[in-house]
């Protein structure tokens, strides 16, 4: 039979293309799906499902384009107005525009698409996305970059005669050589948003240098030569104590600048109980100093997950958003169906927070992770809390359940599980199932790889349930766990 004209393949679209388009869909990462009358796909940046839209083509490949939002000439039932001035900008959200319980919804079809599609299981069983206690203003922890670099509205570039380009804040979505000079901020506790402001005000009015990474004569860009004081500004708040850190870090010690840095901002805003100077002379653009001088406080801040209390550096690791840290952890406790005289065992555990969490529902607990500076912060939390019943070993998990590294030990009656976002390695997965315990819950960050891991343990265990948990409202990213039985 003939194709109809309507559906005979179409060249594919250029680059700069403006199409009128009807959105089906949200895809993974929030962008909206559209078909041409011949089923060639296209992603719209910042659409909405059932949305009559103008896009742009920014690149086109065989079987899909991706495109720009120019107007909405129809907007769908789930579409509101974001509150930040930056969205769509700003790469720090993703989904402002949606309502919130739209993005529940959109967040367990991702799920079940990703275990459907990637793990090959056919309805899997997930159940409706657990709600975060607030939408805003949850984040405990924000890092803002220095730059030299501004990002321009179309009307300053258009005026071209701009003249100050120091910006402190979040860099622009998928630019990280360009960084807005961030305002406001709906993602912490509104009083980072004064902490910024300060720190801008005290770096311009001194007329401090931000750390580039510039050529010189000698030096090839790669080896290029290193200028500039300022690097980044984080700030870590406690949900349970209302502590605050502010950790400036720099490129090199200026102690008397950055002692009366500190002076002022106490002065400016006493709630701040804690500042923290880590120094990062390296060309490697990560928040994490060589080392670190106190200038105010210890040096740490205090929150709290279930019972147990934990000790937060400046460079520790900690969930972002602590009361749903409490809910996902919950969770997983449910599902690994913890009775008193278990023995637990806790894989990747970090700086212990799960272990220390469910230490009082069992009868040991033991926790295995790869850094041991983790190990060092969990062993320091046990002691904190008076928590005994913990041991904490550190090592490649693939290398010491492969060696039996573990015999003083007793077998495990229940697994959680809690890799990185890459999921467990291939070997890992292969040693889980020889140990063959009874019950397993399996939390992650990336249902992609749980998904393709899950699939890898069917032979040996039943998937029962899959939780998701919204640790991050306004952007894509999802928790869940998995809880798994072994077959008999």
């Not at 967040?107 to 975060?132: C, H, T, W, Y």
């Amino acid at each position: 039979m003939a194709k109809t004209k309507s559906s005979e393949r179409q060249p594919r679209p250029n680059r700069g293309d403006r199409l009128a388009l009807r959105t089906e869909s949200l895809a993974f990462e929030g962008k909206a799906v559209a078909r041409r009358a011949d089923g060639y796909v296209i992603f719209v940046e910042k659409a909405l499902a059932g949305e009559q839209v103008v896009a742009e083509i920014k690149k086109a490949k065989g079987s899909f384009a991706e495109a720009k939002l120019v107007e909405v000439l129809e907007p769908g039932p789930e579409r509101r107005t974001p509150i930040c001035p930056y969205f769509g900008i700003c790469g720090g959200c993703a989904l402002q525009h949606l309502n919130y319980d739209a993005q529940l919804r959109w967040k367990k079809q991702q799920v079940i698409d990703l275990f459907e599609r990637v793990g090959r299981i056919s309805n899997p069983p997930v159940r409706d996305v657990m709600a975060a206690e607030k939408e805003y203003h949850y984040r405990n922890k924000m890092e803002f970059s220095f730059s030299e670099e501004r990002w321009l509205t179309e009307e300053e570039i258009s005026s071209g005669a701009v003249a100050d380009r120091f910006a402190l804040g979040l860099h622009v979505r998928e630019r990280f050589d360009r960084v807005i000079d961030t305002q406001v901020c709906f993602l912490p506790s509104a009083i980072v948003a004064d902490i910024l402001d300060f720190t801008r005000r005290f770096a311009k009015e001194n007329h401090l240098s931000v750390f580039a990474t510039t050529p010189s004569i000698e030096n090839s860009i790669e080896k290029g030569a290193q200028t500039g004081l300022l690097r980044f500004l984080v700030v870590k708040t406690s949900y349970a104590t209302g502590e605050i850190m502010v950790n400036i870090v720099t490129s090199r010690e200026e102690p008397k600048l950055l002692a009366r840095y500190a002076s002022e901002l106490l002065q400016n805003i006493p709630q701040v109980t804690t500042i923290v100077n880590n120094i990062n002379p390296r060309r490697s653009q990560v928040a994490v100093g060589e080392y670190e001088i106190v200038l105010h406080g210890d040096g740490t801040i205090r929150d709290r997950v279930g019972a147990a209390t934990f000790r937060i550096s400046a460079n520790s690791f900690f969930q972002a958003n602590t009361p749903q840290a409490q809910c996902l952890y919950e969770v997983a406790a449910n599902f690994a169906e913890l009775q008193p005289e278990d023995e637990l065992w806790d894989l990747y555990c970090g700086t212990g927070t799960i272990s220390l969490f469910v230490a009082g529902r069992v009868r040991h607990v033991l926790g295995i992770e790869l850094i041991e500076s983790a190990i060092a912060d969990a062993r320091a939390n046990a002691s904190t809390n008076g928590i005994n019943n913990v041991d904490f070993i550190s090592g490649d998990l693939k290398n010491i359940l492969s060696s039996k590294n573990y015999t003083q030990y007793p077998i495990p009656h229940t697994l959680i599980i809690d890799p990185p976002r890459s999921g467990m390695h291939a070997e890992v997965i292969r040693e889980v199932m020889k140990l063959a315990t009874e019950r397993i819950a399996y939390i992650s960050c990336n249902p992609a790889t749980q998904a393709r891991d899950v699939a890898m343990m069917l032979d040996r265990y039943e998937l029962l349930e899959i939780q998701p948990v919204d640790m991050f409202p306004q952007t894509y990213h999802i928790e869940c766990v998995a809880k798994l039985r072994r077959k008999d």
